[in-house]
């Protein structure tokens, strides 16, 4: 498996749901990122990242509420969004990368 870094360096479209294990939508979240990995396959990035493992990536993305979702292409941050989130308004965030 790439390593997170590798990953949002891709030429296509990344969304990475930042997780904590600890925090109650977690399991609602992994739903989402199930979804959304059928819809993209072979089109774009869908990540589910537990932060209760590391902080220094937390740290790094400057996570501070959970869930947070940041969208990446090619590296670069191209929006980010906190909180309950549904597929459609999810979709709608990858759909902006292309």
Do not use: W
């Not at 902080?55 to 990446?72: D, G, K, Q």
């Amino acid at each position: 498996m790439k390593h997170l870094e590798e990953v949002i360096k891709e030429n296509v479209p990344t969304l990475v749901a930042f997780v904590h294990a600890g925090k109650q939508d977690a399991v609602e979240v992994k739903y989402l990122v199930d979804e959304l990995r059928k819809k993209y396959a072979g089109k774009a990035n869908i990540v589910k990242f537990d932060n209760s493992f590391n902080n220094r990536i937390s740290e790094r993305f400057r996570i501070t509420a959970y869930p947070c979702y940041i969208l990446f292409k090619q590296g670069e941050e191209l929006m980010r969004e906190g909180g309950k989130k549904t597929v459609t308004e999810l979709s709608e965030l990858v759909d902006r990368a292309f």
